[in-house]
């Protein structure tokens, strides 16, 4: 009997096993090969410096190369080939240009980016053009408030890019619902909120249509939105106009769906949004009105006073009477100045006979309503620099359209100075000395200065 030739079981596996890698392999390699190769040129920018638009072109090349979706061709290829042509200054080329640049360096796309501040918005605008075609395959734009959100938006632009490339093109044998899942899961979105959306039949479109205006707008707040039946274009509306989601929940809670009075009003005059608000609740329409309005906040102020002081009345037959002026600053601690009540403090200095000065510290609470309050206060001063002079007074007062104050103070009690006010010379003893006669009494009207700091 013959005997039988044949491998090894063992061997037999073995060279499945290899066949199996080797295909797998070959395809890997294959697909790997299919990506489209992608020349991405530095962002563009004349609002920041060259150390900054390669430090964003590699924030950008980063997130591109973790989609998977791209070959990317590094600097050094584009440069050997005899163009420099990948330099932020590349912006400053023609297409017809870019484009050699392009086919030289065997790309199947070019990435073209810039960015640029206009008075407080940063606009970064990106388009993709195929190569083959001359055509732009894609292109996006993103609108930040604020400079730190750079980064997001690039990684942001990346994800879009990802969404239309991969998920964009849906596979015909896939099912809808999943491919829309898939879509709105790219997007960052929690499963709970994506089982509405596919119920609902929510195209993502709309949805990265108004996040290009701010990048913190998230699927969430869409869906509060739908859920709500808010019309997403009025959101849309209030984000494209600089306004914060936040901000457009407040303004349609108010009933607020146009911005038309805001813009030709309330921005013309300089005034932000959270301004307009804040009169819009108040039922205040007018600029003069809320400027008014704005003004109660107010709760620093300078204050230059005069007046006088005298021992005894009549005044002629005073023995103790001079001039004095006050410079001061009161701070109020109530934080609205319009209500009922308000109370301050007030510090700075008087000036006996417009020259000696004396620092002073009083408290005060005010009662009325606007322009009116009447104003009661204690408070002491020390004179500590030429006669040595302390002393406690009560005053009272009226203050009229938050700038002028009219008060008149007694003080009961005190030290007698070592130095004469009067003349500034004789001491306690000598026979020009003029003693201090307790209680004396005085005047002084106070014009206040706003000081908003």
Known sequence: MKKKIGMPRDALAAAFALALALASTLSAAAEEAAKPQIIIFDIATSSYDPGKSRLLTDVMRAELFKTGLFRIIEKGVVQE???????????????????????????????????????????????????????????????????????????????????????????????????????????????????????????????????????????????????????????????????????????????????????????????????????????????????????GYDRNYFGFGLGGVADSFPIANAAYRFVLAKAGWERYWTPYQRGTWKFSTDAGLFLMNLFAPVPFFQANAYVGAYPYYFKLGAGCHAE??????????????????????????????????????TDFKSRPGDADYAEIYFPYAGAIVTYKIPANF
């Open 81 to 295: 080939a005899g163009l420099p042509g990948l330099a932020a200054e590349s912006a400053e080329v023609d297409d017809a240009r870019l484009l050699k640049i392009g086919r030289a360096a065997r790309g199947d796309k070019l990435v073209i980016s810039t960015v640029e501040k206009i008075s407080a918005t940063i606009a970064i605008s990106v388009r993709i053009v195929d190569v083959a075609t001359s055509l732009i395959d894609y292109t996006d734009n993103v609108f930040l408030s604020n400079e730190s959100l750079i980064f997001d938006a690039i990684k942001e632009i990346a994800t879009k890019i990802e969404f239309f490339y991969a998920a964009g093109e849906a596979d015909g044998g896939k099912d809808p619902a999943e491919d829309l899942a898939e879509r709105w899961y790219l997007l960052g979105t929690d499963s709970e909120r994506i089982t509405y959306l596919v119920d609902a039949r929510v195209d993502p479109e709309e949805y990265l249509s108004i996040r290009q205006y701010d990048i913190t707008f998230t699927p969430k707040q869409y869906v509060s939105l739908l859920q709500a039946r808010i019309d997403p274009g009025i959101a849309k509306s209030f984000l494209q106009a600089g306004v914060s989601f936040s901000q457009a929940e407040r303004a349609l809670a108010l009933g607020i769906t146009k911005l038309d009075r805001y813009r030709e009003v309330f921005q013309k005059a300089g005034y932000g949004f959270e301004d307009y608000l804040e009169a819009y609740s108040k039922g205040i329409m007018s600029i003069k009105e809320y400027a008014a309005h704005k003004r």
């Open 384 to 421: 500590v620099i030429l006669g040595g002079h302390v002393g406690a007074y009560f005053l009272a007062g009226i203050e009229l359209l938050e700038s002028l104050d009219f008060s008149v103070f007694t003080v009961p009690f005190g030290t007698q100075p070592k130095v004469s006010y």
